[in-house]
């Protein structure tokens, strides 16, 4: 799969079956993202794989409700990061910039493995610190919860997420994001 192929593929299902995770997995995924570009190399991402049985039921109780469905997930992917890591240029804060790239990289390379990775912002930061053991000073950017794409829509889900199951939920179309020479009102 090349890249094109790779982001058109990717998508954020929550309907999961179970997927073997190995150690080299875990390690693919890691390289992988560690290979992204940050600025001044400061390389401040953090990832903790949780996929030990016991782990993931306690990283359910750090979810919001509607998330319900991450009960599928066979690892879930914190993703941290804190802002002495990278560099702070007047106002601009690039931690959550450079996380975000490799994050990206991580879906990317799951998505090529055959995998779904959905990453999610409807958590608690402050029981998945207190559950993985996250040092204060450090922000809990995302989950990213990984499994196989089921064909069968699962229950938990509600109906408009359901429908996002079949079908690609709509894009913005270019010219109210992508602008020439210079910004345009939208």
């Not at 990061?81 to 975000?100: A, K, L, N, T």
């Not at 790239?101 to 879906?107: E, G, K, N, R, V």
């Not at 999610?120 to 053991?133: D, H, R, T, W």
């Amino acid at each position: 799969m090349n890249i094109t192929d790779g982001i058109h593929a990717r998508r954020a299902y929550r309907s999961l079956e179970p997927v073997e995770i190995t150690r080299e997995l875990v390690e693919d995924l890691a390289t992988h993202a560690g290979l992204s570009a940050s600025c001044f190399n400061n390389q401040p991402w953090r990832f903790v794989f949780v996929y030990d049985r016991e782990m993931l039921e306690e990283m359910w109780g750090a979810l919001s409700r509607g998330n319900k469905w991450v009960e599928l997930a066979s690892m879930i992917v914190a993703v941290f990061s804190r802002p002495e890591d990278d560099c702070v240029i007047r106002d601009r804060i690039y931690h959550q910039f450079d996380v975000g790239m490799a994050t990206a990289i991580l879906i990317l390379r799951a998505t090529e493995l055959g995998l779904v990775a959905h990453p999610i912002a409807g958590f608690s930061p402050s029981k998945v610190k207190e559950i993985l053991g996250i040092p204060d000073g450090y922000q809990v950017i995302t989950l990213v919860n990984i499994g196989k794409k089921s064909d069968i829509v699962h229950p938990y889900l509600s109906e408009d997420q359901a429908r996002a199951e079949k079908e690609r939920p709509e894009r913005l179309p270019l010219d109210r994001f992508a602008f020439h020479n210079r910004y345009t009102s939208e």
